[in-house]
C-alpha cells in the first residue's frame, strides 16, 4: 500500500530533530527503522537526500527541495481534512471577486447579505468593472464574464444566457421618432462603450441573417450601467442586457425597439475560476452558493428569493 505521506512525515521529523536516533526516539522507534525508511525513499527517487555523517544530517539541493515540496503537501492535506471536517459553513477568508458592474449590482450584490448568513467568516472583496481582468495579475478569485470565452486554463461554470435588447425612453422616441429598420439607426444617438475590445457595431438581424450595424453616439462608457442612466434620461439608444433593462421596461421607463432584429442577440455568462487540483473552500463556498442563485436570476429575469431555500450546488 502507498504510504508516500507517511515517508514524508518521517523524512520531515529527521530533518528537523537532526538526526536518525532523535527522530526515531521522537517516533518511538529505531535508528535502524529510520535509515532503511530514508534509504527507501532515496532508492525509489534515484537521488541522495541527506549526507550521513557521525556529527549532524545535511540536506542535499534534492533532500532541500524534497523537504520544502514535502512540508507545503502535508499542510495543505491537513488543511483539506480540517476543511471536510469542519464543514463548508466554517470556511473562511477573502474571496475576491470581479463582475460587470450591471450583473452586480443587479444579480450578485443583493444575494450578499444571504450568503453572510451562511458563511459568516468569509470576506468578499468585490470590484464592480465591465473591463476584462486578468485573475493571475489582479489577484481575482472569481469573474463573472458577459460574452464569448477566450480559450484558458481557467475554469468555467456557466450561469446563463443574456438577451441584449436596443431600448430608449419614451420622451427619446417622441422627440426623434421610432427606429423601424436597421437602415435608421444611421439617423440616432446610439450610445455605445469604450472597452479596447467593443466595437462600434450593433448585431442586429437584417434580411434574415445577424449582421454587425456600424453605430454612433454621443456617449461612449466604460460601463453598462452610465450607459442606461443616460437612456433614461433620453439622450439616445442603447443596447444592454435583458437584466439590465427589464424592470425599466415593466415600469415603463424605457421601451424596446427593432425587437425582432435583435432577437437573436444573446451572449452567454459565465463564472471563471482558477482551477488547479485543489480549489480553495472558501472559493468553492462562494461559488456552491452564487451560481445556482444566479441562474435562477437569468433564468426568472430577476433576483431569487435569497434567503432560505436549500438549493443543490451546481456542477
Not at 34 to 58: A, F, P
Not at 122 to 127: A, G, N, R, T, W
Not at 179 to 188: C, I, R, S
Request: charged share 25%; aromatic share 6%; hydrophobic share 45%.
Amino acid at each position: 500500500m502507498d504510504n508516500r505521506a507517511g515517508e514524508m512525515q518521517v523524512f520531515l521529523r529527521v530533518v528537523e530533530a537532526g538526526s536518525f536516533s532523535e527522530a526515531a526516539r521522537q517516533l518511538l522507534t529505531t535508528p535502524s527503522t529510520v535509515s532503511k525508511l530514508i534509504g527507501r525513499i532515496e532508492d525509489r527517487l534515484g537521488v541522495r537526500l541527506v549526507e550521513r555523517s557521525t556529527r549532524r544530517l545535511s540536506l542535499t539541493d534534492e533532500g532541500r527541495l524534497y523537504y520544502e515540496r514535502s512540508s507545503a503537501l502535508l499542510a495543505e492535506l491537513n488543511d483539506i481534512e480540517r476543511e471536510l471536517a469542519q464543514g463548508a459553513g466554517h470556511a473562511s477568508g477573502t474571496v475576491r471577486v470581479n463582475v460587470s458592474v450591471a450583473f452586480g449590482v443587479h444579480g450578485l450584490v443583493p444575494l450578499l447579505p444571504a450568503f453572510w448568513e451562511a458563511h459568516p467568516n468569509i470576506i468578499v472583496d468585490v470590484s464592480l468593472s465591465d473591463e476584462i481582468v486578468d485573475l493571475y495579475l489582479d489577484r481575482t478569485d472569481i469573474a463573472f464574464r458577459v460574452g464569448v470565452l477566450p480559450d484558458s486554463n481557467l475554469m468555467a461554470r456557466k450561469i446563463g444566457s443574456a438577451s441584449r435588447r436596443i431600448v430608449a425612453a419614451p420622451a427619446y422616441l417622441e422627440k426623434h421618432g421610432v427606429p423601424l429598420t436597421v437602415e435608421d439607426l444611421d439617423g440616432h444617438n446610439c450610445l455605445g462603450f469604450n472597452f479596447r475590445r467593443a466595437a462600434p457595431v450593433w448585431p442586429v438581424r437584417q434580411h434574415g441573417h445577424i449582421v454587425d450595424r456600424l453605430v454612433r453616439g454621443s456617449l461612449l462608457a466604460n460601463n453598462g450601467e452610465t450607459v442606461r442612466q443616460m437612456a433614461l434620461q433620453g439622450v439616445g439608444l442603447a443596447r444592454l442586457a435583458d437584466f439590465h433593462v427589464d424592470p425599466d421596461l415593466a415600469a415603463g421607463r424605457l421601451v424596446e425597439v427593432l425587437a425582432d432584429p435583435a432577437t437573436a442577440d444573446f451572449e452567454e455568462v459565465h463564472a471563471l475560476y482558477l482551477g488547479g487540483q485543489r480549489v480553495p473552500q472558501r472559493v468553492r463556498a462562494f461559488l456552491d452558493f452564487m451560481v445556482p442563485r444566479l441562474q435562477a436570476f437569468m433564468a426568472n429575469g430577476r433576483a431569487p428569493a435569497s434567503a432560505g431555500g436549500s438549493v443543490s450546488p451546481a456542477r
